[in-house]
């Protein structure tokens, strides 16, 4: 059964750094999405990109995000200058019509 | 507010026992629910949806679920447990316009006497 990809597993970094989290999102699926998980709390959206485009984002999602379909199978999160508040599980998940998300299992970015 | 509850921070059931996890929602219209599991190290699985229809539905892995509107309720059960269910369970809601992002309970884990 296909299912969405996320690289790395686990990424340190130190902060003020740019990092770039990576998914392979299902492929025929058409729309994708980014959320994180801060420890001990709830899953919460990030942005959502359909056709080549943000189609939504959070207040979360600000200048230091943003979001790339480099290929057709790539689907990427770049963090530009890290803050030890950006350390969360981050989901990537993607999806054949807007109704349904099927999620990856995460790369836990800690940052020191 | 659009929000999700999940009054149950942790359960813990015996192997073979029945399961309930309470899911309860405030959301302008009827939303779309889902249910997700998160075993350790593991994404989110989706394990049932509601979109309309049937307020009782399947899923996989044993599980249903039961939408009621006047309730604003999407309570996932179980008949009977099995030490592999352990893990950690979210209730989401989805819009059926306008926002495509989903909203999550805090979630409940799930441990499994045997």
């Known amino acids: 059964e296909p299912e969405v990809t996320q690289t790395p597993s686990h990424q340190v970094t130190q902060m003020g750094q740019e990092v770039i989290l990576r998914c392979v999102p299902i492929?025929?699926?058409?729309?994708f999405y980014w959320y994180r998980q801060i420890l001990g709390q709830k899953v919460e959206f990030l942005v959502s990109?359909?056709?080549?485009?943000?189609?939504?984002k959070s207040e979360i999602f600000d200048d230091q995000f943003s979001v790339e379909r480099p290929d057709g199978s790539n689907f990427t999160l770049k963090i530009r200058s890290t803050k030890l508040e950006d350390s969360a599980m981050y989901f990537c998940?993607?999806?054949?019509?807007?109704?349904?998300?099927?999620f990856g299992p995460g790369t836990r970015l800690t940052v020191t | 507010a659009q929000s999700v509850t999940q009054p149950d921070i942790h359960i813990t059931v015996s192997e073979g026992a029945s399961l309930e996890l309470r899911c309860n929602y405030s959301?302008?219209?009827?939303?779309?629910l889902f249910w997700y599991v998160q075993s350790p190290g593991q994404g989110l699985q989706l394990l049932l949806k509601?979109?309309?229809?049937?307020?009782l539905v399947q899923g996989i892995k044993g599980f249903e679920a039961e939408f009621k509107r006047s309730q604003s309720s999407f309570n996932l059960r179980k008949p009977s447990v099995h030490w592999s269910d352990a893990a950690e369970y979210f209730c989401?809601?989805?819009?059926?316009?306008?926002?495509?992002?989903?909203?999550f309970g805090t979630g409940t884990r799930l441990k499994v006497l045997a």
């Open positions: 998940a993607s999806g054949l019509s807007r109704y349904e998300q099927y």
């Open positions: 492929s025929n699926h058409l729309y």
């Open positions: 990109f359909y056709n080549n485009e943000i189609s939504e």
């Open positions: 959301y302008g219209a009827t939303p779309y």
């Open positions: 509601y979109f309309s229809g049937d307020t």
């Open positions: 989401a809601v989805g819009a059926r316009s306008g926002t495509y992002k989903y909203i």
